[in-house]
């Protein structure tokens, strides 16, 4: 085991399908036209020397180390900047070049500090490798050149410092924030010996526009730019590859270790969700794993006013397991459940559903995309036949418009969100409809062409207004819906949408944004080559969020957006493994590979690998275990790292269900709120500790492996097997790959999927199978999965959370990029010092005619509770809307959301809760006496002496 | 109305809610189909609990239920039988 090195090309692989053959050193090679003449020498495996140039940017030409001789050309070109061309011949090294290269490194030489012994790249830092490699042996120019050790370092930022003393002021920091990260924080200042890096203007890293994704980082060739971590830790010694446990867009990273300690996490190029980016969360925010706050040992309590009791393993097993058939015994078998997580791999979400399924014999599983992509499942099953987005993330490659609903992926799906950015520079357009100002509606080099800023909970109406005008003014791809769909339901469903009820005009009234602005956009999206739909939880949080995404999936369907690359509808997943943990058959009524639990054939199927008969009948869903459990039927729920009691609505309510119950069982990293209302806590393990695998929003399997023992001594799949063991289920896997295996033997969708086939694919988008055996990046090509699509008439209508005299304001949520949901593990790293507490945000009028200033406690009161928080003036939101993220506890944001969910699954309605916001002077009496109990119920019994 | 949840019939009421919401979500099909796609929803996601408890609200009048919820409660009764 060592480190794995990643081949630098110095040049972008070219797309173009044309070749073209040339010679270098006398060696034939033939690759696509537009590839560099680095690139085609690399791939002979000859590398030129190169400073300025690295695969991940465009090439730039300015260290002139790479040049070559080209026979017929006069001079000496650089090779990264030069394009093949058909017989061309090359040559890489002769004394000549050998003399310019070496008069290149010396100028750089004597510019530098000659500390290498000491510095923190060494051994890794492709001056030193380069001054190796065109054979520097003397600086004509003296050592005396300025060698900047003086100057300053900035090290503001919590992960990454810049020493100025090393820049060789090549820019490629530079052009890295430009076009992998799309964030332009960094400029040259200055020219010549004097030009240097700068964030923003002479600023520092922590207060400029950076975001801290270390992009700039991985590409600085020296230790100008350079983790802390490696800093203080030294140079890593061995690596693996592994998916990021944070956001559904999965980015593929290398964990480069030094024994079982984490160096620094380096984002893998191989990785078809990131292709080598990262954001800050990913790249820098793994030290939670380590933090002191975690829990290694098991714990038990009879009371949740006692103090918690550290036991053995064997011991805190035994206890749940009896507790959980006692429970079975008195009140039937129906009276206890589990939830899933989706953070946790496929195989422990498998093993989640399979030991309720078959071990608790009943369907009572469900899990937290029920708080966020439920509708998704639902609607896009509905239409298209598959609950899951249709491409892959390259997709928006070829989009000319892109239309963003309820999504901020700035914010929220990072990496994706530079990549769209990237696209939108090349020239494609772009619709948002979000209630908010988000970044992508304006920052800088990104400008919206429509913002449709919509009262928040009419996504419907605006939807169908859409696709009112596209069929109004005959822009509907007909041929399409012909060919691809039932065109005697299409007609039906045009015929409602034709309803004056669905033109702009009416929906101005509802939506506040003017049919104009509805009309241009929707005429955008229908006439553009390629139209991509990509949405959040601004569309499904909402009561209507099934009928939103069935919308949507009209939309598509109406314009041909469907079946091939640079179109599609997309729903940005928010946790790592949330579209995984649907697929694994976490939802109540659902085998894996979502088959209604009422099927015969998918029954049998189970009942003869399981052994055991199977229910027939849909299970309970979180919340409605949760009403069962204040009605007295549901008395036990095992949970696997979740936190209902902070993640979901109506806190109140949460509370009161799981005090009522006998049993409840939370594995996990930290104590989380959920756990202050447990009677057994396992501790769980991070996703550095375990093999497993990770499903992103591309369908994109991918695995997760193992690079240092689990600190509470399991793996979370090993204990879930412990439990079933002694519920009496018998489960005797020895390791994650053997859980894949029978999933692939009982799910289609996955037949093909298997820890060898990952080895040897990097990753997989499913279906995988005899059809497709090596996934499907793209669905629905030439026809749908469920044979025709289904255009499903979906009404606007309005929530039941309306405003009036008492709450006249609208409360939306969401998240921002440093923090992660409920924040249990962003909170525990040093992304904290971005977003110390969760604000308000409220437009400068309502704030002035409530007498709010900048900064102020506020009383935020719905109907369902109240709390305070400190208020943010700031135009992003309309007058009459605020909003606010859930990061913190202390801000119990959902002590204020309601119970209203949507209509088809239950989703809560976190989006749209009509509020009240007036001045306080600081915390309410339920966030001190919450925190109080919070402190209270996490006090561990100190060990008594023997 | 929207479900007290203080009240003691919280559950109930709940339910009422949410059938009724259902029934919206359906309103703009043919009534014939809106009243077995109800039905049919109600069976798919339904636990018994919830469905022992509407039945029992059904027979006791079912109060606040809105006409097509109603009718699709009555219909999957008919099947289950
Ligand atoms: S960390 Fe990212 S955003 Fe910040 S300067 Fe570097 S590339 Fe730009
Ligand atoms: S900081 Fe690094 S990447 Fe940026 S110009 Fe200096 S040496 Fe190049
Ligand atoms: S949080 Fe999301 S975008 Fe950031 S590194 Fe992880 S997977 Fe990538
Ligand atoms: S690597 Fe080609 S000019 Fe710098």
Redesign the pocket.
């Known amino acids: 085991m060592g480190l794995i090195h990643e081949i630098d090309y110095g040049t972008k692989a070219s797309t173009s399908t044309k070749l073209v053959t040339l010679k270098i050193d006398g060696n034939s090679i033939t690759v696509p036209e537009g590839t560099s003449v680095m690139r085609a020498a690399t791939e002979l495996g000859t590398q030129i020397p190169k400073l300025c140039a690295t695969d991940m940017l465009d090439s730039y030409g300015s260290c002139r180390l790479c040049l070559v001789e080209i026979e017929g050309r006069a001079g000496t070109p650089a090779s990264c900047t030069t394009p093949v061309a058909e017989g061309m011949v090359v040559h890489t090294q002769n004394a000549k070049l050998a003399k310019l290269r070496k008069g290149v490194m010396e100028l750089y030489i004597s510019d530098h500090p000659l500390d290498c012994l000491t510095c923190s790249a060494n051994s890794d830092c492709e001056l030193q490798d380069m001054a190796g490699a065109v054979g520097l042996r003397e600086v004509r120019y003296g050592y005396e050149g300025e060698n900047h050790l003086g100057a300053t370092k900035d090290i503001s930022n919590p992960y990454f410092q810049?020493d100025p003393s090393?820049?060789?002021?090549?820019?490629?920091?530079?052009r890295a924030c430009e076009e992998v990260q799309g964030t332009f924080a960094l400029t040259?200042e200055g020219s010549g010996f004097s030009s240097k890096?700068s964030p923003g203007i002479s600023e520092e890293f922590f207060s400029s526009e950076c975001v801290s994704c270390g992009a700039?980082v991985q590409?600085?060739?020296?230790a100008?730019?350079m983790e802390k971590s490696v800093i203080e830790m030294g140079q890593p010694e061995h690596s693996a590859v592994t998916t990021c446990a944070y956001c559904g867009v999965g980015c593929s990273f290398k964990a480069e270790m030094r024994g079982e300690e984490v160096v620094r996490m380096v984002p893998y190029k191989d990785g078809k969700a990131n292709h080598g980016h990262s954001c800050v969360k990913g790249r820098f925010a793994w030290g939670y794993a380590t933090h002191r706050d975690r829990i290694t040992k098991p714990m038990i309590r009879s009371k949740i006013t006692d103090p918690w009791r550290e036991v053995s393993w064997e011991e805190a097993i035994n206890y749940a397991a009896s507790e959980f058939k006692r429970i079975q015994a008195k009140h039937g078998k129906d009276s206890i459940g589990g939830i899933t997580s989706s953070r946790c791999t496929n195989e422990e979400t498998y093993l989640v559903q399979k030991l309720i399924r078959a071990g608790f014999g009943n369907n009572n599983v469900d899990t937290c995309a029920r708080v966020c992509h439920s509708p998704t499942g639902y609607g896009l099953s509905k239409t298209f036949g598959t609950s899951a987005g249709t491409q892959d993330f390259d997709s928006v490659d070829e989009s000319d418009a892109i239309l963003v609903i309820g999504a901020n992926p700035t914010d929220g799906h990072p990496v994706f969100a530079s990549r769209m950015k990237k696209r939108l520079r090349e020239g494609a357009k772009l619709i948002v409809v979000d209630p908010r100002r988000t970044d992508l509606v304006r920052s800088p080099h990104v400008n919206a062409d429509y913002h449709l800023a919509l009262k928040p909970g009419t996504n419907v109406a605006i939807v169908n207004a859409l696709s009112h005008v596209i069929i109004s003014e005959g822009l509907a791809d007909e041929d399409f819906i012909r060919d691809q769909c039932d065109w005697n339901e299409y007609a039906e469903w045009a015929d409602f949408i034709l309803r004056p009820h669905n033109s702009p005009e009416a929906v101005e009234k509802l939506s506040g944004v003017p049919a104009e602005t509805i009309r241009g956009a929707a005429r955008l999206y229908a006439t553009a080559r390629n139209g991509a739909i990509y949405y959040g939880l601004g569309v499904t949080e909402h009561s209507q969020g099934t009928s939103t995404v069935l919308a949507i999936a009209n939309l598509a369907m109406l314009t041909g957006n469907i079946g091939r690359k640079g179109v599609g509808v997309n729903p940005l997943r928010g946790q790592n493994n949330v579209q995984g943990s649907c697929d694994m058959g976490s939802f109540p009524h659902e085998f894996p590979g979502y088959r209604h639990v009422s099927g015969e054939t998918v029954r049998q199927i189970y009942e003869q690998d399981w052994g055991v008969s199977l229910s027939a009948e849909p299970g309970l869903r979180i919340p409605n275990m949760l009403d069962a459990a204040m009605d007295g039927t549901f008395l036990g729920l095992y949970v696997q790292g979740e936190d209902i009691a902070q993640s979901d609505p109506d806190t109140k309510h949460i509370v009161g269900g799981l005090t009522a119950m006998e049993c409840v069982v939370v594995q996990d990293l930290f104590l989380n709120e959920t756990a202050n209302y447990a009677h057994v806590f396992l501790p769980g393990c991070s996703f550095l500790e375990k093999d497993g695998t990770f499903t992103n929003a591309e369908r994109r399997i991918q695995r997760v492996r193992k690079v240092m023992s689990p600190k509470n001594g399991y793996g979370d799949w090993e204990i879930t097997q412990m439990l079933a063991n002694a519920m009496g289920m018998e489960m005797h896997y020895n390791h994650p790959s053997e859980i894949m295996d029978e999933i692939a033997r009982t799910t289609n969708s996955f037949a093909g999927v298997s820890y060898d086939a990952l080895e040897r694919l990097g990753s997989i988008q499913w279906p995988c199978n005899e059809l497709a055996p090596e996934g499907t990046p793209i669905m629905h090509i030439g026809a749908f999965v469920r044979g025709q699509g289904q255009f499903v008439i979906a009404d606007y209508v309005p929530t039941d959370e309306k405003t009036g005299p008492l709450f006249p304001l609208l409360l939306t949520t969401g998240r921002i990029l440093s923090q992660y949901n409920v924040g249990a593990q962003t909170r525990r790293t040093e992304n904290a010092k971005w977003h110390e507490e969760d604000l308000l945000e409220i437009h400068p009028h309502d704030a002035e005619v409530r007498g709010v200033k900048d900064g102020d406690w506020v009383k935020l009161a719905s109907r369902a509770g109240e709390t305070a928080l400190r208020a943010k003036i700031t135009d992003r939101v309309a007058p009459g809307v605020v909003y606010t993220t859930f990061h913190h506890p202390f801000t119990q944001a959902n002590v204020i959301t309601t119970d209203y969910s949507d209509w088809a699954t239950n989703c809560p309605e976190y989006k749209v809760t009509a509020v009240q916001v007036s001045p306080s002077n600081g915390p309410t009496e339920w966030q001190t006496s919450y925190m109080a109990h919070s402190d209270a119920s996490r006090r561990i019994a100190p060990i008594a002496a023997e | 109305m929207s479900p007290n949840p203080m009240s003691p019939n919280h559950t109930q009421e709940k339910l009422v809610y949410m059938a009724n919401q259902i029934g919206k979500g359906f309103t703009m099909r043919k009534p014939e189909q809106a009243v077995l796609d109800i039905a049919d929803h109600l069976k798919k996601f339904w636990e018994k609990r919830m469905l022992a408890q509407i039945f029992e609200h059904l027979d006791a009048g079912g109060q606040g239920l809105d006409n097509l919820p109603k009718q699709g409660l009555q219909r999957l009764r008919e099947t289950m039988q």
Request: overall charge positive; hydrophobic content about 40%.
């Open positions: 810049f090393k820049c060789i002021v090549c820019s490629r920091c530079v040259i890096v700039c590409a600085c060739p020296t100008t730019l």
